[in-house]
């Protein structure tokens, strides 16, 4: 039976997370998926997911073309062998809720990418907060980041409408890069206010490690440049406008996180980013 959708996985130093991200795919209601699973550290995932009782002839293992080539390259290297009408992402530490992929594919029928809630969870699964929540709806390039404020690789995408690579000389803040070349050819995505991903946000993500405050505004700063370039055409007019704006408020986010935090310790970034937004504008929103 020929596959509807390739779900794409990286994995680097995965063998503590790989067996419930999944574990939480072989129980998608949608049963009609591939996994490209990428190892980029030459470990054998296939034979560890054997012992694991996860063995599934959907799972396709591949290498990544050169041995840490980093999730970029890894991603690509599944993007250049896809076959299939729609394809997802989800990392080898994250988790799907059964029902991601059923829902995405409907949505699919109302615009080419569609984005959905997620529950930010510490790695061992403890709920932190949601991001993303309401009702579902149809979200212009514009305004997709004033609600997916968190995260960008949640997206189900139609393949016959949209391409894109990731780019590996990005420091961070790869995925929106991504999404902004999906966005070159179309106009809008539907979003899906349940939460249907778990996002695992590491240890230095929810305190501000070393050089990571740096290593963000850098990225975020690239993109913003980029987009005041010209370097993402978008079949939204205003798209560019709408993700520059968000890049605004967020490298001021980014800036004034480590006071906060010194104030608020374990203040998650969102949490401090949300009402920044929130008094920007809501003319996105």
């Known amino acids: 039976m020929s596959q509807t959708i390739s779900i794409i996985m990286p994995a680097y130093g995965a063998k503590g997370t790989i067996r419930a991200a999944v574990a939480s795919l072989l129980a998608q209601t949608h049963t009609d998926w591939t996994l490209l699973l990428v190892s980029d550290d030459g470990v054998d995932y296939e034979a560890e997911l054997g012992r694991a009782g996860l063995a599934d002839s959907r799972i396709r293992p591949m290498a990544s073309p050169y041995h840490r080539s980093g999730a970029s390259r890894a991603r690509n290297s599944a993007l250049d062998v896809v076959s299939t009408p729609y394809a997802a992402i989800l990392d080898a530490d994250d988790r799907l809720q059964p029902r991601k992929l059923e829902m995405a594919l409907k949505g699919l029928e109302a615009a080419p990418i569609v984005s959905t809630a997620l529950t930010a969870m510490t790695p061992d699964f403890t709920p932190l907060r949601t991001v993303g929540t309401g009702p579902d709806r149809l979200l212009t390039a514009g305004a997709h980041k004033w609600i997916n404020l968190s995260m960008d690789s949640m997206i189900v995408w139609d393949t016959r409408v949209c391409d ?6 990005l420091p961070n803040m790869t995925d929106l890069d991504f999404l902004m070349r999906l966005y070159r050819t179309a106009p809008a995505s539907y979003h899906l206010g349940t939460p ?21 505004v850098r990225a975020k700063t690239m993109l913003l440049d980029a987009l005041g370039r010209g370097d993402y055409p978008m079949a939204d007019p205003r798209g560019a406008e709408g993700i520059a704006a968000f890049l605004t408020v967020s490298i001021e986010a980014e800036r004034s996180y480590e006071a906060a935090l010194a104030e608020r310790p374990g203040l998650l970034f969102e949490d401090h980013l949300e009402p920044l937004l929130k008094a920007a ?5």
Do not use: C, F, I, Q
């Open 281 to 285: 504008s809501t003319a996105w929103a």
């Open 196 to 216: 249907l991903h778990d996002y695992v946000k590491l240890g230095t993500s929810m305190s501000n490690g070393e050089g990571v405050t740096e290593r963000m």
């Open 164 to 169: 894109g690579r990731y780019d590996p000389a």
